[in-house]
């Protein structure tokens, strides 16, 4: 199969910019928030080499999957023409509650 292009809706730009925060307030440490969101961003495109490998996530929104990432983070993405990353949630945080917030049932 053909590498499929790999972008990041603003939402997930915002989401690995909070998660380098994050760490980089609890390591003190920039070069470590720095190399985890770089691993991060790396896993990422590979999700262009099997777009739908991830699980589906149909539950939460139509045509969204997710994969897990080192234990401590969620990639959400939908595959379109591209692969389009939706969010990165990390630490725990509820990903399904928020999904469901904007579900008019």
Known sequence: ???????????????????YRIIAQASQSDTAASGFVQRIVAR??????????GRP??????GLRMVPFERTAIIAYRVTNAVEI????YGGRDYESLYHVSDPD
Do not use: H, W
Request: include cysteine; hydrophobic fraction near 30%; charge should be positive.
């Open 57 to 62: 996530r149909d539950d939460l929104e139509p």
């Open 44 to 53: 990422c495109r590979k999700i262009g080499d099997v777009p739908n490998g």
């Open 86 to 89: 939706t969010n990165v949630f």
């Open 1 to 19: 199969m053909r590498r499929v292009k790999v972008t990041y809706r603003p939402q997930a730009i915002s989401d690995l910019q909070g998660i």
